[in-house]
């Protein structure tokens, strides 16, 4: 059966989104600048007598650009008699082989780039030979070119080994309030029937799933557990438990769900997908101290070569489910802002919400917004720069994110904000005409037929704030009429929780991946 490359399986899981949610959003490039381009392709170990796995090239660009000819070169001459490289079958390109071991794939079309990458492109299929063995390996260098662009290149390492099957176990479901502790057990099992030498699990877990024990053969980030590794030897038929233990955290939204999601791969799959996302300049995290987490096999029977990789992927996920019992509830409060200036000046306002807490709202596993945000703006100014995640509405109408001149923006917050912080955005307005008191409006939990929202506000009355320009006896906008004070802990959560996703070309959910939101604390 043919299977997707670990790093193309992880991303469709939302694994590499999870992982660079923490990250820094990437750099804007000068407007000066060159524009430069990147491209990468994964790290893949195949089994011996399988279909091989599938695998595409990314390309990357400082700023967003129209690539034109766009041809990717595949060179695997250094793995001639172990692996051939060959098109996907009903793509859009067009791939030919103009000596043994090189694969030319051209793209017809124009293709678009962003600072976030795309991935997908030109899919082909990686697979051992006859005569392949295990430890073969090698690499293939790929090299993009695109017209009036110098061509760059990437090697990744494809290596060959045995086959094996690592299964996961069943789903669990616990129960948890606010601030308590549970532990749920870790099972794999060795569907196969070659003895696994290791196992890597990684983790994808909701805000709200802390550690309660950081491991030594586990890594974390914070209390965010996202990797263990096993090196006890699996033994075909035999299945292997390890128990963990977590709590939930205090600012867990109640009543609720919390989920988490569980993928098991081989030790020489995990190289490849960690390789992914060092390119991204994404860590799984440090080590714990708090002693070794060991697999215990649950009553069964019992080597070792240089690769191993997983036949039967699809068997390798499960799941946890968190039911968060009690009432923890949240107030997003909707925040004004205030300006003055005289005719034909040119003022910005900063607008936007505050979770006042107690729980923290996330929405990241759908990507959807934790809110939908109106700005009403002041009858006697036009806008001249808007942000980027929010377009002007006219009815039933919607115009283009960013769009000047429009009277009401309907805006998509990002999916994610800890209780205490604060989103906010910043219009840029002209006065045209001075009048006293030029009132707008920031209204937040509008009702939408649209994924996300938030509908159980502890203090409704609060989701309205003003805008006023020119405000008469210092009147100002704000949820509380006045001035803002900044205070909490950042999340340094970004707009573009799914960054890697997008580049694996799986980001469909990312409303606003290109938006600039600025978070505070």
């Not at 107690?358 to 001249?384: F, Q, W, Y």
Request: charged letters at 20%.
């Amino acid at each position: 059966m043919l299977t997707h490359s670990t790093r193309r399986w992880l991303a469709g899981l939302g694994v590499a989104g999870a992982f660079v949610a923490a990250s820094a959003s990437p750099a804007v490039a000068a407007e000066e600048a060159p524009i430069e381009l990147g491209v990468y392709f994964g790290d893949t170990t195949i089994a011996i007598d399988s279909a091989g796995k599938m695998e595409y090239a990314t390309v990357y660009s400082n700023a967003p650009v129209v690539l034109r000819e766009l041809t990717v070169r595949y060179d695997y001459r250094g793995l001639e008699g172990k692996v051939t490289i060959a098109e996907e079958a009903d793509t859009a390109t067009d791939c030919t082989t103009p000596e043994k071991g090189v694969l030319l794939c051209t793209d017809p079309f124009e293709v678009g780039v962003d600072e976030w990458g795309l991935g997908g492109l030109f899919p082909v299929v990686i697979a051992p030979t006859d005569s392949a063995k295990d430890g073969d390996a090698g690499t293939v260098k790929v090299t993009l070119s695109a017209a009036g662009f110098d061509a760059v290149s990437h090697d990744a390492k494809i290596r060959v080994g045995e086959g094996v099957d690592l299964a996961a176990g069943p789903g669990a479901e616990v129960s948890a309030a606010p601030g308590g502790n549970f532990t749920t057990a870790l099972k794999v099992s060795n569907a196969g029937e070659t003895t696994a030498t290791g196992a890597s699990v990684i983790f994808y877990n909701d805000y709200g799933i802390r550690a309660d024990k950081h491991y030594s053969n586990c890594t974390y980030v914070d209390d965010e557990l996202r990797s263990c590794h096993f090196e006890e030897n699996l033994a075909p038929g035999a299945t292997y438990s390890a128990n963990l233990a977590y709590k939930l955290g205090k600012d867990a939204y109640a009543p609720g769900s919390q989920y988490g999601e569980i993928i098991w791969m081989t030790p020489a799959e995990f190289e490849d997908f960690d390789a992914y996302l060092d390119s991204a300049g994404v860590s799984v995290g440090k080590p714990g101290t708090d002693g070794k987490l060991a697999l215990t096999e649950l009553p069964t029977k019992a080597g070792a070569r240089s690769f191993q990789a997983d036949t039967e992927p699809d068997n390798n996920r499960s799941f946890l489910e968190v039911k968060v019992t009690g009432k923890n509830g949240t107030d997003l409060e909707a925040i004004g802002d205030k300006a003055s200036g005289k005719k034909g000046d040119e003022v910005d306002v900063t607008v936007g919400f505050r979770n006042n807490g107690p729980a923290t709202l996330d929405h990241s596993r759908g990507g959807s917004s934790v809110t939908h945000m109106n700005v009403e703006i002041p009858k006697n100014t036009t806008v001249v720069a808007a942000p980027e995640f929010c377009a002007p509405i006219n009815g039933e109408e919607w115009g283009e994110p960013g769009e000047p001149g429009g009277r009401v923006y309907g805006c998509y917050p990002t999916p994610f904000i800890k209780a205490g912080d604060q989103e906010t955005v910043d219009f840029t307005l002209r006065i045209d005409k001075v009048v006293a008191n030029d009132t707008g409006a920031v209204k937040i939990n509008l009702p939408c037929e649209c994924d996300g929202g938030f509908y159980a506000d502890l203090k409704p009355a609060n989701d309205t704030a003003k805008i006023v320009v020119n405000a008469a006896n210092g009147g100002g906008g704000g949820g509380d009429g006045g001035a803002l004070p900044i205070t909490g802990e950042s999340t340094g959560l970004i707009a573009g929780i799914g960054a890697l996703l997008l580049a694996a070309g799986v980001g469909g959910y990312l409303v606003a991946k290109r938006r600039r939101t600025r978070f505070v604390a």
